[in-house]
Each structure stands twice: as structure tokens, then as C-alpha cells.
């Protein structure tokens, strides 16, 4: 389960190396403005999607990506949110 995850991080890293032409990732990666607005988008789809209980899997999932890409574009490592995490356990 958590390869998807890693594997999209990786992506996204390669991304920012490696950029592809007419990549959406690399779109993202390059427009932070962009990259914020899908996130604030995307956000307001799930919370939508819940409400109506309808296709709240795909949204959950486009949360995902684009907060990960927005993280990416940021350089805020999921290694450091985790970090953060784990010394919030109680």
C-alpha cells in the first residue's frame, strides 16, 4: 500500500531532476500557483465528495497527488512531515 505512496514521491523527485516534456507532474512542479490552487481545488472536490458520499476515493486520491507534488515543489520532504509526526505519538 505504501509503494504507491513512495513510488509517487519518487516520481515527483525524478521529476524535478529529470523534467518531461508535456508532464502534468512537471506543470505542477514549475507553477507553484498552480500547484497551490489544485491542492485548495482538489481539497474543497473531497470534502464535496464526502458530503454527497459520492466518488470520495477518486478525490481522496487527487488530494493526494497534488498535495504531494505541492509539497515537492516546496521542498517540504514527506521524510521531515513523518519525522513531525512521530514525535506527535503519544
Known amino acids: ?3 504507491v505512496l ?16 508535456g508532464s502534468y ?3 505542477l512542479l514549475k507553477d507553484k500557483n498552480l500547484s ?4 485548495l481545488e482538489e481539497i474543497e472536490e473531497l ?3 464526502v458530503e454527497q458520499n459520492s466518488n ?3 478525490e481522496a486520491a ?17 521524510e521531515d512531515i513523518m519525522a513531525e509526526l ?5
Open 62 to 78: 487527487d488530494v493526494f497527488y497534488h498535495l504531494i507534488i505541492y509539497l515537492e515543489s516546496n521542498n517540504i520532504k514527506i
Open 6 to 21: 513512495e513510488d509517487l514521491i519518487s516520481i515527483a523527485r525524478q521529476r524535478k531532476v529529470k523534467p518531461i516534456d
Open 47 to 49: 470534502i464535496q465528495s
Open 86 to 90: 512521530e514525535k506527535r505519538k503519544k
Open 36 to 39: 497551490k490552487e489544485k491542492v
Open 25 to 27: 507532474t512537471n506543470k
Open 56 to 58: 470520495k476515493i477518486h
Open 1 to 3: 500500500m505504501l509503494n
